[in-house]
């Protein structure tokens, strides 16, 4: 999970727009920043660890002068987060710098070929066998291009990976594999980068690389090939549509906050999915044998909720699992009958994509849905749908989660209609409650703030919260501690209402936080009974209920009030709201950096 940031320009200095580019990655890692840059044909590097903004101006690094180079912001993942193993690494004569963002599983073992054959190594990093790989394909009078082809098919794991030479200094080599890499072309240059949002100020005109693919760029542009083999690549480039604002941070005091308050919007361009990809997913489910949800994190929590959507009005089984665990629990099973929709925001996430590749091995159908255009999880997909949100920034997904709920529900309506499971007075009443969402949503950002802040006043230094919820709230619930857990370090427990009595109601003490989502519906009357055993603990009881709900506030030391009429099997996307605010709002107060809380980054693209 590193930032990746490169460029060649006809004219002008790259350094200042490397930190630039630099600074829209930081969400991906945030370690260690370097950056490289050639002048005159002089490889110049600069790198230390520390934060970007501290790192540029104590080297000055705004000050390199060339017109070719690259940088890239590092989330550690061999080696701690220092100077020596800052990117870029070289060679060990400095004629090859590189930077990398992925694992290399057989480093070790390059590694000592390369030492035996005189490279010197410093740092403890897998990368660093990569310009020494190249260094040593070099000896046979080759150029940096197949030199640098050749070594890649020297690695195992996954890269994406940009080489600057000063052996070669106008152009710039990077390749894929497995790690999210983007080209962009301009009057003015040549970019790659880790994803678009980077490029967004200089071009909306965007390649994506695709796995096992190696870019040549320089001021004329860009060409491909494949590294298995060198063939040539054909791609035009796609015009991206989103505009550069909504990938940042507009008025808002940071991404958490300003993606929390677009779901509105989110959610509306959620509703203007295309057609037949609706109806081909559809199709493939209502095929399947058995149909598993493979996901991790939140989008795990969308697949819950989802399941509880396609059971009960479209009929349908559906296996909620998580990615980590789905060879182990299903990979004998799963077979030429099953179904696999892979639910990922970053359409890069490990886990979910090995999973992927082990059901597509077995023969399985995959499906996905993910936010990122061009990601590998829709390239290895049957089929795919584009949640639409715009993209996220914050480590913690927001409107990502809503906006998977919103999509899910759309596919389980179609299956219901397509499997005649509901009348179509049924299928109507819920594709208006469908479409009235984004304004609810709209509504309760609006009138709940205001009580959530108090709240989280009164609530921010609890020892411990409980996040509870029946039926399809018990999703929501994870989903909201996961939000809390995140972005503020507070301990916090979700599960299913009913499983207190097997074993969590020993953790309940006076005053523990426990907050329920009590939507109308068939679990209302049996929330209420959840309600009352923590309350005769002594536990501190916060619901959110319909406005109105007058034996959900009877029992409530701290009620927000959510609008009437929402449905239940909808009520995951307004009933998160509160909770996003509320993890929000606990994060500000004690002073802590919601957009980039400890230990995550946005996208796991390694094991
Ligand atoms: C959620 O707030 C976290 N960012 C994390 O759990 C995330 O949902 C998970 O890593 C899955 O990411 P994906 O949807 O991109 O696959």
Redesign the pocket.
Known sequence: MCGIFGLVLRKGRVAPMILDGLSRLEYRGYDSIGVAVINNGVLQIRKDAGKIKDVASRLRIAEMKGSIGFGHTRWATHGAPNMINAHPHTDSKGKIAVIHNGVIENFMELKQELIDKGHNFISKTDTEVIPNLIDEEMKSDIGITEATLKALRRLKGSYAVVVLSSLEPDKIVCARQESPLVLGVSENGTYCASDAPAIRPYTNKVIYLRNGELATIDVNGYKIIKVADGSAVERTPEEITWVLEMAEKQEYPNYMLKEIFEQPTSLRTGLRLQEKYVDLLTMFLDRGKEVFLV?????QHSCIAASYIFSKIARLTTYPVVSSEFTEQYGSTVGIDSIILA???????YD?LKAVDHARMRAATVLGLTNTVGSTLTRVSRAYIIQQSGPEIG???TK?FTSQVLVLAQLAMRLAKLRGKLSQDELDEYKESLYKVPDIVESVLKETYDKVKDIATREKNSRLFLFLGRGISSATAMEGR??LL?ITYIPSLAYPAGESKHGPISIVEKDTACVFICPRGDTHAEIIGSIMEMKARGAKIISICEKGDTDIKSLSDEVIEMPKNIPELLSPIPYIVPMQLLAYEIAVLKGLDPDKPRN?A???TVP
Do not use: D, F, H, I
Request: glycine share 8%; hydrophobic share 35%.
């Open positions: 996901s991790a994190g939140t989008s639910v990922s925001q970053s359409g890069e996430t979910t480590v913690a997904a990502t996961l939000k995140e995550l946005k996208s796991v």
